[in-house]
């Protein structure tokens, strides 16, 4: 027999995956190849992971991401599915004429590009393997899938069909025998007839099973060689297939898509940065891309978004522009304006607002809070005998809501010059004023002691909540026998049948700067070898102190949430001190407006006692 050479020989086919009769094909649009990407803090490596991918569906399918024409729509996605580390979709091409070179490029391999769009809900940040940053999204779906000559992902491509043959292996090959100068009798090389045992079809057959079954779980194609020279069986690759199923990380895909495209988070983001310039504090993660940026950098950006070109326009034309167009510009500066406001606005409530229970009111109509009557006590009955009704009385007090506002201008100078230190003063003034407003109503309705509906002032000797005898907090002795009077009148308050005592319990003691120091020293606690001396009233009460209330009066108040005797409320619809946008063509800056509907008023004598002091 002659000396016979092995030559290996290896079957594969790479036909397209485009099917003409229904114009679909199958692309892979995202793998586990990391992006670079930049923010404020610099680079980093955007990754996402599908385990995060929502429901996606009826998505266009574009030509290299442009929306703007009608015959950039190319077809739809029909469906997307994850497999291992890749992202795969089916697509259709539209039926239209305009869309057959597209098809007859992709049919020919010509045309392979693939990238996506998509919306990211919340990032999470972590350091890399090299120790580079990178994000992850924590939700995200898809927007688009479009075809393109320069994929962001090389590997983002229109699928093939996976050749039948892997990597030739010279045991997975057909050994065809041929002699060294085999010559017919017609002088022409023919090969010997293919012969094989049982033995290399078992071969093969464990071979092709192992490789199988690696592909199906997603892994590398080196764990098949490994567990093929490791001579495993079926079985053994099965147990060692799981095993790396669950220790392997999740896969990852990367992306040519904008972070997030959604207005009304980019706005938030840059009102949180702006905001943050103007007053300090900390910033939100996903806002500090946006710390570095300008007013005239938004203003642009803005512009940009809403489909204006700002190529070869100056500074007062941007803002000019973006002031009085479409852009999301001065929404942008007022949401950071309110953020600044509301801020200063909390830091300056009055102390008053604790003494008063909060009312929302739908309108500026008068609003009156009914106060029921109590039940009084059960009667006995005889047995047999009749259960008699009983009414409860009513009573009732009014307030309503005024607005108070002032108007600001925010000047091109400033807009220019990007000054936020003198906008963030003058919006925290805005939010002060809004407290102090407050503050002064509420002082006026508790100092001026006006008639409630029964025609008797709030604090009267009637009533008993008004001391007999006035006493200054500033003589100890006196001071502190007033306190108690006060308490022992409170406890004695009955309900509007004038029967049934309802239990009052002081808890606020509301003084002047004149008399904080004397009652501080009065209700501070003691601590006395002899228990006949301890400071009761330092364990009861809160020291309140009002800087309007400008004698040595004093007040002493029960908590709203049990005995509620001050009231106050807002529009339903605009708690709080609100900054707005002013149209206004007659300046060249953006004007503002801050404004507060706010109401106060009384709604019972019970919870409240004045001793009006000797000064």
Not at 126 to 149: F, Y
Not at 318 to 331: E, K, Q, Y
Request: proline share 4%; aromatic share 6%.
């Amino acid at each position: 027999m002659t000396q016979l050479d092995k030559n290996l020989i290896r079957q594969a086919t790479t036909a397209n995956s485009y099917d003409a009769a229904t114009r679909t094909f199958e692309a892979v649009i995202a793998t586990m190849t990391p992006v670079v990407r930049r923010d404020a803090q610099g680079p980093f490596n955007e990754v996402l992971d599908p385990a995060t991918l929502g429901a996606s569906a009826g998505m266009p399918l574009l030509d290299s991401h442009r929306t703007d024409s009608v015959r950039d729509l190319l077809g739809r996605v029909l469906s997307t599915r994850v497999e291992g580390n890749q992202v795969i979709a089916k697509l259709q091409l539209s039926t239209a004429s305009d869309t057959d070179p597209i098809a007859q490029r992709i049919a020919d391999g010509s045309l392979t590009g693939v990238s996506i769009g998509y919306r990211v809900t919340g990032w999470t940040e972590s350091a890399g393997a090299t120790g580079q940053r990178q994000k992850t999204p924590t939700a995200w779906t898809l927007t688009e899938v479009t075809l393109t000559t320069n994929p962001a992902d090389p590997n983002a491509r229109v699928r093939h069909q996976e050749a039948l043959g892997a990597t030739a292996r010279p045991s997975e090959t057909t050994t065809t025998n041929r002699a060294d100068n085999p010559t017919s009798q017609t002088g022409a090389d023919m090969p010997d007839v293919i012969q094989t045992t049982p033995e290399q079809d078992a071969e093969r057959t464990r071979r092709s099973s192992i490789r199988t079954l690696v592909r199906s779980a997603g892994l590398s194609a080196e764990i098949a060689d490994d567990l093929i020279d490791q001579d495993s069986t079926v079985d053994q690759a099965k147990a060692a297939v799981f095993d790396a199923t669950q220790t392997r990380t999740a896969p990852v895909i990367r992306t040519h898509a904008p972070q997030n495209d959604d207005p009304a988070v980019i706005t938030r983001r840059m009102s949180d940065a702006v905001a943050v310039r103007m007053n300090g504090g900390d910033c939100p993660d996903d806002a500090k891309q946006y710390l570095g940026d300008s007013l005239l950098d938004m203003a642009r950006d803005g512009l940009t978004r809403s489909g204006v070109s700002v190529r070869g326009l100056s500074a007062d034309e941007v803002f000019t522009r973006a002031a009085h167009g479409t852009s999301d510009f001065p929404l942008v500066v007022s949401n950071a304006m309110g953020k600044v406001a509301a801020d200063s606005y909390k830091a300056a409530e009055s102390p008053l607002k604790q003494l008063g229970r909060q009312r929302v009111l739908r309108d500026f109509k008068a609003s009156t809070s009914i106060r029921i009557g109590e039940m009084g006590r059960l009667e006995e009955i005889a047995e047999s005998g009749e259960i008699k009704a009983t009414g409860r009385a009513e009573t009732g007090e009014s307030m309503s809501l005024k607005t108070y506002a002032r108007g600001i201008n925010v000047s091109r100078n400033l807009l220019v010059n990007d000054d936020l230190n003198l906008l963030g003063d003058m919006t925290a003034a805005f939010g002060a004023a809004a407290a102090q407003t407050e503050a002064d109503e509420m002082v006026k309705l508790l100092t001026n002691n006006p008639n409630l509906s029964d025609g008797t002032p709030v604090f009267d000797a009637t009533r008993g909540n008004i001391a007999d005898v006035p006493a200054s907090l500033s003589d100890a002795g006196a001071g502190h026998s007033a306190l108690s009077n006060a308490r022992k009148a409170m406890r004695g308050f009955t309900g509007t049948d004038g029967k049934t005592l309802i239990n009052v319990v002081p808890k606020y003691l509301l003084v002047g700067p004149y008399s904080e120091t004397y009652a501080e020293q009065l209700l501070a606690a003691l601590y006395p070898t002899n228990v006949d001396d301890v400071n009761v009233m330092g364990q009861k009460l809160t020291l309140l102190v009002e800087p309007r209330i400008t004698d040595d009066s004093w007040y002493v108040f029960a908590d709203p949430a049990r005995v509620a005797s001050m009231a106050y409320g807002y529009l339903a619809s605009a708690q709080g001190v609100q900054i707005q946008r002013a149209e206004a063509w007659d300046t060249l800056g953006i004007k503002f407006r801050a404004f507060l509907d706010f109401g106060t008023g009384w709604s019972d004598w019970r919870g409240a006692y004045q001793n009006p002091g000797n000064n």
